[in-house]
């Protein structure tokens, strides 16, 4: 362990948890998010901290800023703690929509808060929700599960739900001009969504395909309409 590593771990682990916690919200790649309150050092400590990631899935945000466009209809599929969700909200701006699907109960709602707090709750529709088969490490039972006909009027899609990609784009009729798929390490409890699994599976139905890597993100594969 390098020394910048260990330094931000016993911050983390054994200095943040006793320092008081500011009024301010922390933050993943700019957006506050109620995941956290910034406590004392966060800003300063190398490689960030639960309550300051500057650089928290650029990769993502940077390929929804890109794509959508004001007046689109998105849908965000695994909203997580609500930060794609509000880049794309952003993007669509007052004339367009966002729907978001989160099917872990406390995601949700810290989802709902950020949402909130980032003003953008007029044209974002949250909903506690599974699309595809039940993934991650997280108790599903109960959750509403999303029935695929339901997204085929959506101008981007955006997926990052813990390995159920591939089977969302295997079984969905959707078509919308931009998919932005996230893929993952291999798991347990899904078929692996390789990144050339996802790139070959968009190029079959008829979708152009740029990969992207970053920090926070395994990778990410953009597919355009042709």
Not at 127 to 149: C, I, K, M, N
């Amino acid at each position: 362990m390098g020394r910048l590593t260990w330094v931000a771990d016993k911050y983390r682990n054994r200095v943040r948890p006793w320092l008081p916690a500011r009024s301010e919200y922390s933050r993943r790649n700019g957006i506050p998010v109620a995941d956290d309150k910034l406590r004392l050092f966060d800003r300063i400590v190398p490689f960030g901290t639960k309550g300051y990631l500057p650089n928290f899935k650029e990769t993502n945000s940077k390929q929804l800023r890109e794509h959508v466009s004001e007046g689109d209809d998105v849908l965000v599929i695994g909203a997580g703690f609500g930060v794609s969700t509000v880049e794309a909200a952003k993007a669509v701006g007052s004339s367009g929509s966002v729907v978001a699907y989160e099917a872990n109960q406390e995601r949700f709602e810290k989802a709902r808060e950020t949402i909130s707090i980032n003003g953008v709750a007029d044209r974002v529709d949250i909903r506690h929700g599974a699309v595809g088969p039940p993934s991650g490490d997280f108790d599903f039972d109960g959750v509403e599960q999303v029935d695929l006909d339901a997204l085929e009027e959506f101008d981007v899609i955006e997926m990052d739900c813990e390995g159920a990609e591939l089977q969302i784009l295997k079984e969905t009729e959707a078509r919308p001009r931009v998919f932005i798929v996230e893929t993952h390490q291999e798991k347990d409890w899904t078929e692996y969504d390789s990144v050339e699994t996802i790139e070959n599976l968009l190029r079959s139905s008829g979708y152009s395909v740029e990969t992207h890597h970053g920090q926070w993100v395994n990778g990410l594969v953009t597919g355009t309409l042709k």
